[in-house]
């Protein structure tokens, strides 16, 4: 992401409707969140307000976009009195975290090997970063490119931009039957958004059985998938 940054289309608005679908993927990373923490592409501050339970002695929220930067100071009055919030890119930072986020973030990046790298600088010894991307580039749809998109993540890509001095702890897809869903989109509804009622529908329905198909599956496929770091010492 470059400075000045707007970021295009609605999909923050609409999932933030998807209350299931936070709540299945938060379990599989908020164990590793902890200390000073560093989320990359706030948004309007879902992702915090799902996450920052004010144990963490830091969130800064790190946001490209000046507009969405102005609606975050704005909801600091809502949030635990450890968030604070910065505009513009990584490139932006100095000190050291303990965690680094990216969720539904790095796939708007187009340099990613490049971001990932400058997070792996700031972060501390033992710290974690936290990857949220959408699976498979065999899905990427008109949506996709709507919003941004410049790819969509596998295993093996992750793996490939990973630094040097970071361990993959785990990777896992996630949602296997929303993978389904976005097979239709693709080839057959073809639509550029999904609309509110479409939301409502898979977060209630397709990821509540998610739960349990990805385990049915062994996370071998999904429509996203998520990826936890550690920096060695």
């Avoid at 830091?58 to 949030?79: A, T, Y």
């Avoid at 749809?141 to 993540?153: L, N, T």
């Avoid at 992750?158 to 080839?187: V, W």
């Avoid at 739960?211 to 996203?224: E, N, P, Q, R, V």
Wanted: glycine share 6%; hydrophobic share 40%.
């Amino acid at each position: 992401m470059s400075d000045p940054f707007k970021y295009p289309g609605n999909e923050l608005e609409l999932f933030q409707h998807a209350k299931h679908w936070k709540k299945y993927f938060s379990k599989q990373v908020r164990p590793f969140i902890k200390g000073n923490v560093l989320e990359v592409g706030a948004g309007i501050g879902s992702t915090t307000s799902l996450l920052n339970d004010g144990s963490a002695k830091q969130w800064l929220m790190l946001e490209p976009d000046e507009q969405m930067s102005n609606v975050l100071r704005g909801k600091l009055k809502d949030l635990p009195s450890n968030s604070t919030v910065q505009s513009g890119s990584i490139d932006s930072v100095k000190e050291k975290f303990d965690t680094i986020i990216y969720i539904d973030v790095l796939e708007h990046i187009e340099n990613d090997s490049t971001e990932v790298n400058k997070a792996a600088d700031l972060l501390q010894e033992d710290g974690h970063i936290i990857i949220l991307a959408p699976a498979f580039q065999s899905l990427f749809s008109p949506f996709d490119k709507a919003i941004g998109h410049y790819r969509r993540y596998n295993r093996q890509l992750l793996k490939a931009i990973k630094p040097k001095d970071l361990k993959i702890i785990s990777t896992r897809y996630y949602d296997s039957m929303g993978y389904f869903a976005s097979l239709m989109n693709k080839f057959f509804l073809k639509q550029k958004y999904p609309s509110l009622k479409q939301i409502l529908f898979w977060d209630k329905w397709m990821v509540t059985l998610s739960t349990i198909t990805d385990k049915l599956f062994f996370h071998s496929f999904g429509k996203s998938i998520i990826t936890i770091w550690k920096k060695l010492n």
